[in-house]
Antibody, heavy 124, light 111 residues
Framework: EVQLVESGGGLVKPGGSLRLSCAAS????????MSWVRQAPGKGLEWVGRIKSKTDGGTTDYAAPVKGRFTISRDDSKNTLYLQMNSLKTEDTAVYYC???????????????WGQGTTVTVSS | QSVLTQPPSASGTPGQRVTISCSGS????????VYWYQQLPGTAPKLLIY???QRPSGVPDRFSGSKSGTSASLAISGLRSEDEADYYC????????????FGGGTKLTVL
């Protein structure tokens, strides 16, 4: 079964840090371009950033609101994606999803994958 | 303010046909594929349409997508109560800071 499972969410104070993980299974994770997307309470979807596969350079891109504060990385040996979040702000409060959005490898099979989401709350 | 513009709400009665529009620009919809997602309350988004008009297996053919220039639309025919959900369009944006962009979402109500 193709699956993504996020973990690591929780309550953190403004200025604090948190690391989210996303465990992948059922597809060739090492070939996938992976993204994080978040959704603030009652709001729409917002792309956070992505990491390409190592064979495609393994480079990262970030949305302007998180650039310089968030870092995306991957461990292909563990089929796991990470999101390191530093200098957290109250406006970072959201459900964070990992996803294969736009990855051609999976889209060629007519699919993309989203995790169930993990909740991050930034509050004093 | 979302980069892609969708109507905040849409509605229809069972059996009707409803369309949801998504307006962008030359750097996103105008030059890249459009994707549509359905999100039921408390769940992750589900891919409905990819590469402008392709349907994943398992998505009913009541759902269809189209694109023209810098706009796209999602059509739902034979509306059913279970179609009541939030719908989002998405596209890659090739502007200076390349990134994925989403519409603000359309809440579909089945009357």
């Amino acid at each position: 079964e193709v699956q993504l499972v996020e973990s690591g969410g929780g309550l953190v104070k403004p200025g604090g840090s948190l690391r989210l993980s996303c465990a992948a299974s059922g597809f060739t994770f090492s070939n996938a371009w992976m993204s994080w997307v978040r959704q603030a309470p009652g709001k729409g979807l917002e792309w956070v950033g992505r990491i390409k596969s190592k064979t495609d350079g393994g480079t990262t891109d970030y949305a302007a609101p998180v650039k310089g504060r968030f870092t995306i990385s991957r461990d292909d040996s563990k089929n796991t994606l990470y999101l390191q979040m530093n200098s957290l702000k109250t406006e970072d409060t959201a459900v964070y999803y990992c996803t294969t959005i736009g990855d051609d490898q999976l889209l060629n099979y007519g699919m993309d994958v989203w995790g169930q989401g993990t909740t991050v709350t930034v509050s004093s | 303010q979302s980069v892609l513009t969708q109507p905040p709400s849409a509605s229809g009665t069972p059996g009707q046909r409803v369309t949801i529009s998504c307006s962008g620009s030359s750097s996103n919809i105008g030059s890249n594929y459009v994707y549509w997602y359905q999100q039921l309350p408390g769940t992750a988004p589900k891919l409905l349409i990819y590469r402008n008009n392709q349907r994943p297996s398992g998505v009913p053919d009541r759902f269809s997508g189209s694109k023209s220039g810098t706009s796209a639309s999602l059509a739902i025919s034979g509306l059913r109560s279970e179609d009541e959900a939030d719908y989002y369009c998405a596209a890659w944006d090739d502007s200076l800071s390349a990134h994925w962009v989403f519409g603000g979402g359309t809440k579909l109500t089945v009357l």
